[in-house]
């Protein structure tokens, strides 16, 4: 069992930076992949980055590539979501997520515990 607490987001213009975080509780959070989802209005909820058990794996999507970075810190207990160049098309809710796995997957079904979620808006 994990609980998820996302925080970091806001409001910002296009171009700027934000980092968001993910504290987790539990003490098998080391044993868990982590991953970053969002979800648009009127969209379908979207893969955004994975993270595996040790950290030193990471999956994106192609759309955030070399400008998204996903981390983790195990002994903090916390995953963060590092975004640059941001884009208006990266406005969304953004939510982190636990797997009851080593590894991360793309697919939100794969994904046990959820965060309740944090807005990012990223004006023109």
């Known amino acids: 069992q994990v609980q998820l607490v996302e925080s970091g987001g806001g409001l910002v213009q296009a171009g700027d930076s934000l980092r968001l975080s993910c504290a987790a509780s539990?003490?098998?959070?080391?044993?868990?992949?982590m991953g970053w989802f969002r979800q648009a209005p009127g969209k379908e909820r979207e893969f955004v980055a994975a993270?595996?058990?040790?950290?030193?794996?990471?999956l994106y999507v192609d759309s955030v590539k070399g400008r998204f970075t996903i981390s983790r810190d195990n002994a903090k207990k916390t995953v963060y979501l590092q975004m640059t160049s941001l884009k208006p098309e990266d406005t969304a809710v953004y939510y982190c997520?636990?797997?009851?796995?080593?590894?991360?997957?793309?697919?939100?079904?794969?994904?046990?515990?959820w965060g309740q979620g944090t807005q990012v808006t990223v004006s023109s």
């Open positions: 993270i595996n058990w040790t950290g030193r794996t990471t």
């Open positions: 997520a636990a797997a009851d796995s080593l590894y991360g997957s793309r697919r939100s079904n794969d994904y046990n515990y």
């Open positions: 539990g003490r098998t959070f080391s044993m868990y992949a």
